[in-house]
């Protein structure tokens, strides 16, 4: 069984950068998309950005194209490096791995790792 852990989370300003890293760690058995969501107090979590199988990656209408979200298959790791932060993208941000093919608009993970908190103040 896999299981994903994250560093990298942390408190900036508004304007700032972060990157956080998901390593995982046992076996998936089959090929896995894996991605970044986030959960901020209050509100659901939702999916932030998506590397497919494919080598697709996707992302969610409000990164705008601050996040980019990278991947090493061999190491198993999913990495989200976060420009200009802003004070709504404070959240717990998740790693996540789901079997198979999925994108931003509908993966539903298998994995999940325990969360890195991200805070940006202005």
């Known amino acids: 069984q896999a299981q994903l852990r994250e560093t990298g989370g942390g408190s900036v300003h508004t304007g700032g950068s972060l990157t956080l890293f998901c390593a995982a760690s046992?076996?998936?058995?089959?090929?896995?998309?894996m991605g970044w969501f986030r959960q901020a107090p209050g509100k659901k979590r939702e999916a932030v950005a998506v590397?497919?199988?494919?080598?697709?990656?996707t992302y969610a209408g409000f990164v705008n194209g601050r996040f980019v979200i990278s991947r090493d298959f061999a190491k198993k790791t999913v990495d989200l490096r976060m420009n200009n932060l802003k004070p709504e993208d404070t959240a717990m941000y998740y790693c996540?791995?789901?079997?198979?093919?999925?994108?931003?608009?509908?993966?539903?993970?298998?994995?999940w790792g325990q969360g890195t908190q991200v805070t940006v103040s202005s």
């Open positions: 590397f497919n199988v494919n080598g697709e990656k």
């Open positions: 046992g076996t998936f058995r089959t090929s896995v998309t």
């Open positions: 996540a791995a789901e079997r198979g093919w999925a994108s931003i608009r509908n993966m539903e993970p298998d994995y």
